[in-house]
């Protein structure tokens, strides 16, 4: 984010978003098993019934998983992942650079803290309403299971878009804008200021060189940052989009349940595999987009001076 490439010289806007669009699908690839632990575990709790399976922890959940319904489980709604990250973190992280810039004033040589949570914003806020429909039909695939003596509800990613297109109209496909809104304009601002700014003062303070080892603790600490203040609206979000029409009749509805039926502690339900998942990614994300946003440019460089 902060910094000049090896070379000196800025990534175009194109290059700043295919890098960001590469990453975070190279990252959603190698974590989802995590992100899909992560749902099972919040939505548990729904349907107290005694045949029901119980997840204990990270691992549980996985190895549960994966022996009653297939190791392929674990990968159920990738497809419906990936077009996520390709309409949504390609956008959210891709611009955050030019729109902290747009909001940067004439007198600043460095983004203000002010600018960059703009930006944050922003950007997080532009890219869930892009994003969404590939939200809910992730989430519905990860959270279904054949095992409570259910038909699952969908078959697969562009069967779950067609019936819920059709049985619950267009805007189906984006419910839970509201409550997924919070979540990644918590979720963006967090992660991206908080990598920001640690990256800034790691490389500014001669810690560390803006390279690899830099980037990945700036991740890391970013990753951390970010579960913590987002995991209960992560929680219920994921619950009234898994939810079925009428069992929730608003998103402080879907809240409110959850508390008086669970307590306070349900809303840092999947909170280990949550940060996992997110402090992972962070790394992968993070590390891939830098480097190969450095590789692109050089490559362009290199051609620009044979031509």
């Known amino acids: 984010m902060v910094g000049l490439t090896a070379s000196d010289v800025h990534p175009t806007l194109g290059v700043k978003i295919f890098s960001a669009g590469v990453g975070a699908c190279v990252a959603d690839v190698i974590t989802f098993p995590l992100d899909t632990a992560k749902v099972r575990l919040q939505v548990q709790g729904e349907c107290q019934t005694s045949s029901a399976i119980?997840?204990?922890?990270?691992?549980?959940t996985i190895t549960t998983l994966a022996k009653t319904e297939g190791p392929m489980k674990l990968y159920s709604g990738l497809p419906a992942g990936l077009q996520r990250q390709?309409?949504?973190?390609?956008?959210?992280?891709g611009l955050y650079d030019s729109v902290q810039e747009f909001f940067t004033t004439g007198t600043e040589t460095t983004?203000?803290?002010?600018?960059?949570?703009?930006?944050?914003?922003?950007?997080?806020?532009?890219?869930?309403?892009?994003g969404q429909p590939t939200e809910v039909v992730k989430v519905r695939l990860q959270a279904q299971s054949h095992l409570h003596g259910l038909q699952p509800r969908y078959t697969g990613t562009y069967n779950a878009y067609r019936i819920i297109a059709t049985t619950e109209g267009l805007?189906?496909?984006?419910?839970?804008?509201?409550?997924?809104?919070?979540?990644?304009?918590?979720?963006?601002?967090?992660?991206?200021?908080?990598y920001d700014l640690m990256k800034e003062a790691?490389?500014?303070?001669?810690?560390?060189?803006?390279?690899?080892?830099?980037?990945?603790?700036s991740a890391l600490i970013a990753g951390f940052c970010t579960t913590l203040l987002a995991s209960p609206v992560?929680?219920?979000?994921?619950?009234?989009v898994n939810s079925t029409p009428g069992q929730y009749k608003s998103v402080p509805s879907c809240a409110m349940t959850m508390f008086t039926k669970e307590g306070p502690t349900a809303f840092f339900k999947?909170?280990?595999?949550?940060?996992?998942?997110?402090?992972?990614?962070?790394?992968?994300?993070?590390?891939?987009?830098?480097?190969?946003k450095r590789e692109l440019m050089k490559s362009r460089q290199t051609v620009d001076c044979a031509t």
């Open 86 to 93: 390709i309409s949504f973190a390609s956008l959210r992280i």
């Open 202 to 217: 790691l490389v500014k303070n001669k810690l560390l060189a803006d390279d690899v080892p830099c980037h990945l603790v």
């Open 234 to 240: 992560d929680v219920v979000k994921t619950r009234f």
């Open 270 to 292: 999947g909170f280990v595999p949550s940060f996992l998942r997110l402090g992972s990614w962070n790394v992968i994300m993070f590390v891939c987009f830098e480097q190969l």
């Open 111 to 130: 983004g203000s803290l002010g600018s960059k949570i703009s930006a944050g914003l922003t950007t997080g806020g532009v890219a869930v309403f892009i």
């Open 54 to 60: 119980r997840y204990k922890g990270v691992l549980g």
């Open 171 to 194: 805007t189906g496909l984006w419910k839970g804008t509201t409550p997924n809104l919070m979540r990644n304009v918590i979720i963006n601002c967090t992660e991206l200021v908080t």
